[in-house]
């Protein structure tokens, strides 16, 4: 599925991923291929990019963490999800 993060300042990441987790007001969720299709608010947390290839532009790799699993970590203090037809759009502050 094809991932987009986008903050006020410019789009931070945009790619294939596996899988993406977020955490929603009403707790963290995580959207696989043909996910039914969501809209949701997000809270303070972290956004967790699973992929085989994430590759984050040089500019915005500070904002990014990598874990141990091979995952690639964004924190957010707030912002919305949309996901339809295996594209996710993370509107993120």
């Known amino acids: 599925m094809y991932l987009e993060i986008v903050s006020p300042e410019a ?7 596996k899988s993406v987790t977020v955490p929603g007001i009403n707790g963290e969720f995580q959207m696989l291929k043909d996910h039914a299709p969501v809209v949701s ?3 303070n947390g972290n956004v967790i990019v699973d992929g085989d290839d994430v590759m984050i532009e ?6 990014f963490l990598k874990d141990g699993k091979g995952r690639t970590i964004l924190a957010i203090n707030s912002g919305t999800i949309e996901m339809k037809d295996n594209k996710v ?3 993120a502050d």
């Open 11 to 17: 789009t931070l990441f945009s790619g294939e991923v």
């Open 41 to 43: 608010l997000l809270q």
């Open 58 to 63: 040089e500019e915005f790799e500070s904002k």
């Open 89 to 91: 759009i993370v509107l």
